[in-house]
């Protein structure tokens, strides 16, 4: 995959930015990107909601492929791990397949949602949904990096972030995405808690995703 500019979309609020990727894809070119304000109708894994009030950052990225990009989720969980990571400072947790928390607590998720006719790739879709300044349920068991950090970092450099480090990881090849990024941080995923991990074999959990 080549390197590709990005095409921004803002909008204030939408039900969801997954949906409206999936109701638009076609009209729209490779690498677009919608970013809202607040999402009222915003999507999980599982059709679960999200909650998705105002001082959040959440967005969802078009990939139109001309063959199967390997390994992606993996490639989406760990740019979100590192992106967060890099801003916070701190070790943060993976819970498999999609979440990054903090402290046992759910500071970002990511859905992937794609469309496959025979052997052609149509698309894939990236949601995102990391928790910055915006409001929380108290019944909720998350965090933002508001909260992390004692101040509120700045959106948009959020955004760009994770944009670059996404490009970076779709670029590596497959051989060196396994060697480099993979198998280092497949070790380290199963200490999700760190003292009492809730499994010892992540691969298998994956496959059986």
């Known amino acids: 995959m080549t390197g590709k500019s990005w095409h921004p979309i803002f909008k204030h609020s939408l039900p969801s930015t997954q949906d409206y990727l999936k109701t638009h894809w076609e009209a729209l070119p490779d690498h677009s990107y919608v970013q809202v304000k607040e999402q009222t109708e915003g ?12 001082g959040g ?36 947790q993976l819970k498999a397949p999609n979440d990054i928390l903090h402290e046992n607590r759910k ?14 790739i149509n698309l894939y879709i990236i949601g995102v949904g990391i928790n910055i300044s915006n409001r ?4 909720l068991n998350a965090c933002s990096l508001s909260t992390i950090l004692g101040t509120c970092p700045n959106e948009s450099l ?12 779709l670029h590596l090849q497959t051989q060196d995405w396994i060697d480099k990024i993979r198998n280092p941080y497949l070790k380290r995923s199963v200490q ?5 991990p809730h499994w010892t074999n992540l691969e298998e959990y994956w496959n059986a995703q």
Not at 61 to 87: C, D
Not at 107 to 120: A, F, P, R, V, Y
Not at 136 to 139: H, S
Not at 159 to 167: E, M
């Open 158 to 169: 959020v955004l760009k972030l994770w944009l670059d480090t996404l490009t970076e990881a």
């Open 57 to 92: 950052l959440y967005f969802s990225v078009l990939l139109k492929p001309e063959t199967e990009i390997t390994y992606l989720p993996w490639r989406v969980w760990l740019t979100n791990l590192k992106v967060l990571e890099t801003i916070s400072q701190k070790m943060l």
């Open 107 to 120: 500071l970002s998720g990511t859905l992937i949602d794609g469309s496959i006719q025979g052997e052609k």
């Open 136 to 139: 929380l349920p108290e019944d």
């Open 43 to 54: 999507q999980g894994r599982q059709q679960r909601s999200w909650v998705s009030a105002p």
């Open 192 to 196: 999700i808690n760190y003292e009492n």
